[in-house]
Structure formats: structure tokens, C-alpha cells
């Protein structure tokens, strides 16, 4: 049994208002943390990364007698915490006392307070899904407002590409552009770059390096697909672009 819960966060930066979509599904199986990971990735995108508000959403929406659920929070291929999908969204939220040393490499939430506590992956716990999104490329040349004006309208929006895994997925959907650089939805703005969709810049792929502050009339950023980095461009140059859309399931 799953239900579906759609979390829009609104931000507001440097005056843009945009909002971020998270599909998040609610599994009523109870399974180990990674057999929870396999059907996510097999049916879905892959188990949840969730900030402290999605986190209070999820367990006011869940269902059942349930009390915990698996997210993709580990330590099980690193020393640090990592989401499952690679997002370095912040995880600020830990109970008290909590992540304890040792053996516990996964994380749960707790429905009592919405509050992260690690314990051993084999449980069987509940847990919730990322639903599964896909990169359209658009061989359409059209500026970077208009490609996130067109995105927005069609799709979902401008891709962000916030880990080493959507890297890759969008390099090898470039290989049909019909313009060498390709837009995503990164824009320089008071100082600073940020994602469309509101999320941080974490993840990075710049040619030369971390890029601080780019020229005046190159503020906008798009994907080099003869070198796969990301370069600073103008705005107002005409290119092929990515848009986000929710996966369609081979019939």
C-alpha cells in the first residue's frame, strides 16, 4: 500500500520566488534498509531525502500504526552521512543523543517527534520512496529565460543537477544537442549561484575549478558537452536545454 505526498517548498532568494517539488511515497512494506533501497530504485528513483519540514510532513501523512521509517541516510559506503541518492540536502534533525557510534549505519525517522535516529540496517522498518524523475532534452535554441519559461510551462522545470549521478545522466543525454553548451537551471544572481528549483549549490562541475563571481554578462550557467563541465554563459545566447520531467513507466 503507498500514498503519495507532493511537499512544495517555497523560497524566496534575492527577491525570485521558486519552488521545489519533491514527490515523496509512503511504503507500507516492512523491510531491511537495503532491500527498502532496492525497491525504491527498482520501482521508484531511490529511498527519501527529506529536510526537517518534509520530515514533519511525512509522519503527519503516514499511515498505519507505523512509529519509524527508513530514509536514505547512511554511513554504510562512507565515514560521513550521505543520502542514498547522492543529495547533500542538510540534516540538522537529530534526536537527542543521536547518531550514535558503532554499528548503526542507517537512519530512521521517529513519528513521535520527526527526528532522525540511526540503527542497525537490518530492521524492519516502513519507509518512504523518491518518486522518479527523468531529463527531457529540448534541441530547441532558446534563451536561458525562455528555456525556464518553457520548462515550467511543459515540464516541471530547469534541471538541477545537484549529484555526480545526475552528472552523468545528463552528459549522456547530450549526445542528440544540437548546440554544444546546453542550459540548466543554475543562475548567478547578488553574489551568488543557486539552483531554480531553490536547492544549494553543494554538488559542482565548473571548467577551472570553484567559480566565484562571473562577468556581468555571463550569468547564466550551461553544460559544455565537449569538455562535461559546467561554464558561466550569456544569457540571451540561444541553446538547446534540460528540462525536468516525472518518469513515465514503459507501458
Not at 124 to 139: A, D, H, K, P, W
Request: proline share 3%; charged share 20%.
Amino acid at each position: 500500500m503507498k500514498a503519495s505526498v507532493s511537499l512544495y517548498l517555497f523560497l524566496s532568494l534575492c527577491g525570485l520566488s521558486s519552488a521545489l517539488l519533491r514527490n515523496h511515497l509512503f511504503v507500507n512494506k516492512r523491510l531491511y534498509w537495503q532491500d527498502a533501497q532496492k525497491y525504491c530504485r527498482e520501482h521508484h528513483d531511490d529511498l527519501s531525502t527529506v529536510s526537517s519540514q518534509e520530515a514533519q510532513q511525512l509522519v503527519k501523512n503516514s499511515q498505519g500504526g507505523n512509529i519509524e521509517f527508513w530514509v536514505g541516510l547512511n554511513t554504510l559506503n562512507s565515514t560521513a552521512w550521505v543520502w542514498s541518492g547522492g543529495e547533500k540536502e542538510a540534516f540538522d534533525y537529530w534526536d537527542d543523543n543521536e547518531p550514535s557510534p558503532g554499528t548503526e549505519h542507517c537512519t530512521a525517522l521517529k513519528k513521535l517527534n520527526s527526528k532522525l535516529f540511526n540503527v542497525v540496517c537490518p530492521r524492519n522498518y516502513t519507509f518512504y520512496c523518491m518518486e522518479r524523475f527523468e531529463l527531457i532534452l529540448v534541441q530547441d535554441n532558446k534563451t536561458w529565460e525562455e528555456a525556464l519559461d518553457y520548462c515550467r510551462q511543459n515540464y516541471i522545470d530547469l534541471v538541477s543537477i545537484n549529484s555526480s549521478r545526475v552528472m552523468a545522466e545528463a552528459i549522456n543525454n547530450t549526445m542528440t544537442a544540437q548546440t554544444t553548451n546546453v542550459w540548466i537551471g543554475l543562475r548567478f544572481l547578488a553574489g551568488y549561484w543557486f539552483w531554480v528549483n531553490g536547492g544549494a549549490v553543494e554538488y559542482k562541475a565548473w571548467s577551472g575549478g570553484e567559480l566565484q563571481c562571473p562577468p556581468e554578462n555571463l550569468q547564466c550557467a550551461a553544460l559544455d558537452t565537449e569538455n562535461n563541465v559546467w561554464k558561466p554563459e550569456d544569457c540571451n545566447k540561444q541553446l538547446n536545454f534540460f528540462c525536468l520531467r516525472k518518469y513515465k513507466q514503459p507501458k
